[in-house]
């Protein structure tokens, strides 16, 4: 009889702060900053616009004669999640423990690059055709496919696509998929790599993104504080194995944490304006699974995205949820150093949460010098702080279509 | 008569990321691992590269040299149209 209880046995992550979870939770302690200013290949460019933009070799994931399936989007997802199947160290499975595993992946924009070549090739270029492999490696659910033939996971494989909750809603959906009984475990998480001239020029219509400082782009995007300017876009994956508790006991794995909470919800307001009451829905719904009271979390990981309305908004939030605990939380945004991943920083942040939870050391809010005097909570400024005993914590994601999503993890054992 | 077979070894091994003296007319797709959507981008390589366009017919590929052979047919088909 399974117990229902789910917990994580494998991380991995890639950003523009570096290749590996460790490598980016360490970068994030540190409070250096991933961003700089965008270089885009080719000759259209958006001069003086700061981007999480990855710009280090990746390593060789992928075999040559394969790659022209892979867009950047699914290269980067299979890199963060054969990271977290290594660490989990699931090895071959028979068909029966294939068949109880899945892969539940986040993106917002599948393979954006693949699309705009397509276009740039019959709009500008004038060919009459566009690459063979244009569907195959710009398909949403690409990424999420591709890893499952890696893993031979033979389960469900589900692709979520919800703008900036996408991959946080991936690893909530897969959690509740393994509480009631539908796989024994999921590979869960999201990639997003949308950094071209057509996606970012859209994103600057907006008009929400964040310009670069006097040569200072890396502390472009600085969420909480009073000389705030807007978010900055980034590129990354990440990854988590979740599995049953039984599961990871039975072949005597490392289990990091335990998936407690998941709560998701609507703002149903505007398609752009978060809501502080959706919000607070969402988190209290996650407490409520957890079981736990609000002074039992000692951690969130916020959406922070670095806009005035996010700001105000989540600060308002987590008060209307955690009441007067609020003020005793440590609540900080790491997208101050790895931008704004979109469908992938739900769960890139949700792997730095679990490993600010293991290791009772909190990423900071970087360049956060003077707060907003709306925003009147402990944002972790500038420093981390180790040595925190942390029992639970919780990593926010909200988007744009008023979607929100808070998930709770716990030390286990 | 021009032969397309040294292009589509050249293209092949770049593709597939192996020698291109590992290649031979007789060589089976298969055992080299390309699959059907490698011969897929194979062939718009071959397209590209002799600036040709193949029509919908879809010729059983079995060979290196089945590729080659299936090329030389619209490289002679445009050598007799000039």
Redesign the interface.
Same mark, same amino acid.
Do not use: T
């Given at each position: 009889m399974s117990s229902g209880r789910v917990v994580i046995t494998g991380l991995g992550a890639v950003s523009a702060l570096g290749a590996g979870a460790r490598c980016n939770f360490e970068r994030t302690l540190e409070g250096r900053s991933g961003i700089h200013l965008l270089e885009l290949p080719g000759k259209h460019q958006r001069p003086g616009l700061p981007a999480a933009q990855i710009r280090y070799a990746l390593p060789e994931a992928i075999? &040559?004669?394969e790659q022209?399936?892979f867009d950047r989007n699914a290269l980067l997802g299979w890199i963060a999640a054969s990271e977290a199947l290594g660490q989990s160290g699931l090895g071959a499975l028979d068909q029966q423990e294939a068949a109880a595993s899945g892969v539940f992946w986040g993106t917002g924009m599948g393979g954006a690059s693949t699309v705009e070549a397509g276009y740039v090739d019959l709009f500008v270029e004038g060919k009459s055709r566009v690459?063979?492999?244009s569907v &195959?490696a710009g398909m949403n659910n690409a990424a999420a496919a591709q890893i499952a033939l890696r893993c031979q996971f033979k389960g469900s494989v589900n692709n979520y696509s919800s703008a900036c909750v996408s991959s946080a809603q991936a690893i909530g959906e897969a959690y509740r998929h393994i509480h009631h009984g539908y796989a024994e475990r999921v590979l869960a998480g999201g990639s997003e790599a949308l950094l071209t001239y057509g996606v970012v020029s859209a994103w600057e219509a907006l008009r929400v993104l964040a310009p670069s400082p006097a040569g200072h782009p890396e502390r472009a995007c600085r969420p909480f504080a009073q000389n705030r300017a807007g978010l900055v876009l980034g590129e990354a994956a990440a990854a988590v194995m979740l599995e049953s508790l039984e599961s990871a006991q039975r072949r005597g794995a490392t289990i990091l944490a335990e998936l407690v909470g998941y709560g998701a919800s609507n703002d149903s307001t505007h398609i752009t304006k978060p809501d502080a009451g959706g919000q607070a829905r969402a988190m209290a719904m996650a407490l409520r699974q957890a079981g736990l009271a609000g002074h039992e979390i000692g951690y969130i990981n916020a959406h922070g995205a670095g806009t005035a309305a996010g700001d105000l908004a989540e600060t308002e939030s987590i008060k209307q949820t955690f009441g007067a605990d609020a003020g005793k939380l440590m609540v900080s945004s790491t997208k101050s150093m790895h931008g704004h991943t979109l469908g992938a920083a739900g769960a890139l942040e949700f792997v730095l949460t679990v490993q600010t939870l293991m290791s009772g050391s909190v990423p900071p809010t970087a360049f956060l010098e003077q707060a907003d005097p709306q925003c009147d909570l402990d944002y972790v400024a500038l420093q981390a702080r180790h040595g925190q005993a942390i029992g639970a914590a919780m990593s926010n994601s909200f988007a744009f279509g008023g979607s929100n999503v808070s998930l709770i993890v716990q030390r286990h054992g | 008569m021009t032969t397309s077979l040294p292009t589509v070894i050249e293209l092949l091994a770049k593709? $597939?990321?192996v020698p291109a003296d590992t290649i031979q007319a007789q060589t089976e797709l298969e055992a080299l691992?390309?699959d059907s $959507?490698?011969v897929?981008?194979l062939i718009?390589d071959l397209e590209e590269t002799f600036k040709i366009q193949l029509g919908d017919e879809r010729p059983n590929l079995v060979k290196v040299q089945d590729i080659a052979d299936h090329i030389d047919r619209y490289l002679a088909d445009r050598a007799e149209a000039v």
């Open positions: 075999p &040559v004669s022209p399936l690459r063979p492999m &195959v | 593709r $597939l990321d691992g390309a $959507l490698a897929i981008e718009f």
